[in-house]
């Protein structure tokens, strides 16, 4: 069975850090494209950052700077480190293909980024 765990949310002042991770299942890793996508109270859900099976990577504009996705074949796992964190990252951040599989989709992790 297809699994995408994701942790390492919380909450955070601005300016803070945290750094998300993603396990998925040796199938649908290897060879996909990965992506992490956030959805904020009341909003749609929308794609943030996306990474090859080669390391290339690209970024929704408003956290260009800010966040770098990265991920280790080995571990199955993907990464999205958060710095410079905005009241306006306050979402649940949630990893999937790039594009993303309706059933693939997991709990997600909260951030909550507040003073």
């Known amino acids: 069975q297809v699994q995408l765990v994701e942790s390492g949310g919380g909450l955070v002042q601005p300016g803070g850090s945290l750094r998300l991770s993603c396990a998925a299942s040796?199938?649908?890793?290897?060879?996909?494209?990965m992506g992490w996508y956030r959805q904020a109270p009341g909003k749609g859900r929308e794609f943030v950052a996306r990474i090859t099976s080669g390391g290339s990577t690209a970024y929704r504009d408003s956290v260009k700077g800010r966040f770098t996705i990265s991920r280790d074949n080995a571990k199955n796992t993907v990464y999205l480190q958060m710095n410079s964190l905005k009241p306006e990252d306050t979402a649940v951040y949630y990893c999937?293909?790039?594009?993303?599989?309706?059933?693939?989709w997991g709990q997600g992790t909260q951030v909550t980024v507040s003073s």
């Open positions: 999937n293909l790039i594009p993303p599989t309706n059933n693939y």
């Open positions: 040796g199938s649908i890793f290897r060879s996909n494209v």
